[in-house]
């Protein structure tokens, strides 16, 4: 092989490995975006474990409604259900996609992600208000 040529290939090597490197720390990040903001804003009451306390707070570990439609498991955290507050004033899209994002692949949960822009969708969808445009947006 011609230097010039073997240069260019082992310059494309490292810039490939170097995209790599750099995406896998933002994908870690992300995932621990989502655990750290369970942990503050859910775990009380749905455990570190995804457990749940039976009787009380169900378990999202093993939940098949965790892991399904997108849509309903969202509109739980935008408007509530049962005893569970909405959190929909609370928590930005972004850090809502996070979390669910976390809930649905973690405790051997296996669902796909959801994103900021689904979220903001069903929002409006359900006529939710936009995070921090109600008057009081630190109700809990």
Known sequence: ?????TTAIMT???????????AAP?????AGDGKALFMKNCAACHQASGKGIPGAFPALAGSKFVTGDHAEVAGVLLKGRGGMPDFSETISDRDMAAILTYVRSDWGNQADALTEEEIHKLRTTLGVAQFGTAEMSNKH
């Not at 092989?1 to 040529?5: A, F, I, S, Y």
């Not at 494309?12 to 750099?22: F, G, P, R, S």
């Not at 933002?26 to 992300?30: D, E, G, L």
Request: proline residues 5%; glycine residues 0%.
């Open 12 to 22: 494309a090597a490292a810039l490939a490995a170097t995209a790599l490197l750099t």
């Open 1 to 5: 092989m011609k230097p010039v040529l």
């Open 26 to 30: 933002a994908r870690a990040q992300a």
